[in-house]
């Protein structure tokens, strides 16, 4: 199967030189990826009620289901309706739960389904009554109904086939520093969050191999959070990173600390020799060809916190050489002020996922960024820097659904390249 190719969406326009982007306020409370973060608390408590037996869901099930008869049955005098709106919200519920429950039986995703269902459920309770001031009833019903199938279309679409409908994005970048030199192929993964070896993995190993890049980095979360500390996952993710190879190497940063301990990348990386972990390091290149600069590679270890990062960026910074093309791997796109201050050429990274639940008009609803939706994916340019933020390829964890809608996975080849145009021959 050929790699299919997209165009960036929503590229963000270059920012006009002297501009000051405005940092939220340093005295947060909470910073995203860390534990004390609402949205990882949200994972959390959602997680917990994993732990409902299905008896006791199913009960609660019934009773919204007559809840919704009930309202219809007030609402038309009429016993048939109220009936068929009940019977109508517990196929669809129960449908709801089959998907749920099929998907790691048919090898798709792993994650808990009862936190999922619950607050499905919930959204066809607002199906089944939303349209229940229409006039007359039968709109009302027809309405309902057609929302309810709707929405089994885009479920379905969004646990069993967007997360494996994997996109290349192909980005030409150019600089003055590699006059002279030939384009380099940079291929950028992210955001891997395996929880066992799927047909998304096994098609990513299949592309790279096919794209034949030069290098090959990847910018963060290896497993999924329900999945750390689980032996199978850290073997077969191990597996997974066995089969990437390039001839310039393979190189690793950690992503959010909660999901890539360093004792568990440890042992997933233990015997390889193809693969370098960049922690808080700088690999130099050299020069490529007799003419060209030296390239840096930089990676930067998260951990969240912006003062503490942007430190050690600038620490790395300042042992560049004059003159050489700096590539920074960093996790999450909350550095981007300090890269462009610091003249960062090139900045990969990944962590917001696209938002990996994405609605018309509104785009992301979570980034998990410090700066909202300004950076929640795709091309941006501030001065010289040229910041990339890729959807990556796996989903979140804990109680969150295994969804992606609007938002597909991606792998990202990158041509880096001069500014002058190639000669005819």
Request: glycine share 10%; proline share 8%.
């Amino acid at each position: 199967m050929e790699p299919g190719f997209e165009i960036p969406k929503g590229l963000a326009p270059q920012a006009p030189t002297g501009e000051r982007l405005s940092r939220p306020s340093r005295r947060r409370r909470f910073r995203p990826g860390t534990e004390a973060s609402p949205f990882h608390q949200l994972m959390v408590a959602l997680n917990r009620l994993e732990r409902l037996p299905w008896a006791l869901i199913g009960l609660w099930t019934l009773a919204l289901g007559i809840v919704a008869g009930l309202a219809w049955w007030e609402a038309s005098r009429s016993m048939e309706i109220g009936v068929g709106a009940m019977g109508t919200f517990l196929v669809f519920a129960g449908c709801d739960a089959l998907m749920l429950i099929l998907l790691p039986r048919l090898g798709y995703s792993f994650g808990p389904p009862k936190p999922p269902f619950i607050t499905i459920v919930l959204f066809r309770l607002f199906l089944s009554l939303g349209t229940l001031p229409l006039r007359p009833f039968s709109w009302g019903i027809g309405l309902a109904l057609i929302g309810h199938l709707a929405f089994t279309g885009n479920l379905l679409n969004a646990l069993y086939r967007e997360p494996f409908r994997l996109t290349l994005t192909e980005l030409v970048i150019t600089s003055p520093k590699l006059r002279g030199m030939p384009p380099l192929r940079i291929l950028h993964l992210t955001d891997l969050h395996l929880e066992r070896l799927t047909h998304r993995e096994q098609q990513v190993i299949r592309w790279v191999d096919n794209l034949d890049p030069d290098l090959i980095v990847f910018t963060g979360d290896l497993l999924n959070l329900s999945y750390v500390y689980d032996p199978q996952a850290q073997v077969q993710c191990s597996r997974f990173l066995e089969a990437l190879h390039a001839p310039l190497g393979v190189y690793l940063v950690t992503g959010t600390p909660l999901v890539d301990p360093p004792e568990v990348v440890r042992r997933i990386l233990f015997g390889f020799t193809h693969i370098t972990w960049l922690d808080n390091q700088i690999v130099r290149f050299g020069q490529l060809t007799h003419r060209g600069p030296q390239i840096c590679l930089l990676g930067l270890t998260c951990t969240h916190d912006p003062e503490q990062d942007g430190e050690r960026l600038r620490e790395l910074m300042q042992q560049v050489p004059a003159h050489a093309l700096t590539i920074l791997l960093y996790h999450s796109p909350d550095l981007f002020p300090e890269a462009s201050a610091l003249g960062v050429d090139l900045y990969l990274c990944g962590h917001t996922h696209g938002g990996q639940i994405r609605l018309p008009l509104i785009g992301a609803l979570v980034t998990a960024s410090i700066y909202g939706k300004r950076y929640e994916m795709g091309l941006y340019r501030r001065g010289g820097t040229t910041m990339y933020v890729s959807r990556g390829l796996g989903m979140e964890g804990l109680g969150m659904p295994r969804m992606r809608l609007m938002c597909p996975p991606e792998i990202v080849l990158i041509h880096l390249q001069s500014d002058e145009p190639e000669e005819s021959a």
